[in-house]
C-alpha cells in the first residue's frame, strides 16, 4: 500500500465552493426543463366521474336518462309557441348590449364579404 501524502490540499475559497453550486444548480435545472413533460390532460382534477368518461358512454348515459324521464312523464317538452317565447326573451337581452350587436353585426358582414368574394372567383 502507498503511504499517505503529507502534503494538505486547501479547501477552495468560499467563494468558489458557492459560485460552483449556482452553476451546478443551473445545470440541473437546465436539464431538468430540457426533459419531456407528460402532456397532463387533467392535471388538477381526478380521472372520475361522469367528465373523464369518453364521449360514446357519456351519450349513451345520458340518452337512457332522458328515455326514464319520459317514461315517467316528467321530461319537458317546449310546444312551438313555448319555444318561440323563450327565443324572443333570450333575443330581447341580447339586444341590450349595443356593442355586443355591433360586433356580431361586423362579423357577420366580415363573413358575408368573403362569401361573395369566393364565389365572384369561382365565377371566373
Known amino acids: ?6 502534503v494538505r490540499v486547501p479547501p477552495a475559497a468560499p467563494s468558489m465552493n458557492v459560485a460552483a453550486n449556482v452553476a451546478a444548480n443551473a445545470a440541473a ?13 387533467h392535471s388538477r382534477t381526478s380521472r372520475r366521474g361522469f367528465a ?19 317514461e315517467r312523464g316528467n321530461a319537458h317538452e317546449f310546444t312551438s309557441e313555448e ?4 327565443g324572443r326573451k333570450g333575443g330581447q337581452a341580447v339586444s341590450q348590449n349595443r356593442q355586443h350587436m355591433a360586433t356580431i353585426g361586423r362579423k357577420g358582414g366580415v363573413a358575408r ?3 361573395l368574394e369566393v364565389s365572384t372567383e369561382t365565377e371566373e
Open 1 to 6: 500500500m502507498q503511504e499517505a501524502s503529507a
Open 29 to 41: 435545472s437546465a436539464a431538468a426543463l430540457a426533459q419531456p413533460i407528460a402532456p397532463a390532460i
Open 52 to 70: 373523464a368518461m369518453d364521449k360514446t358512454r357519456q351519450k349513451e348515459i345520458a340518452s337512457a336518462g332522458g328515455r326514464a324521464a319520459h
Open 83 to 86: 319555444a318561440r317565447q323563450a
Open 113 to 115: 364579404g368573403q362569401r
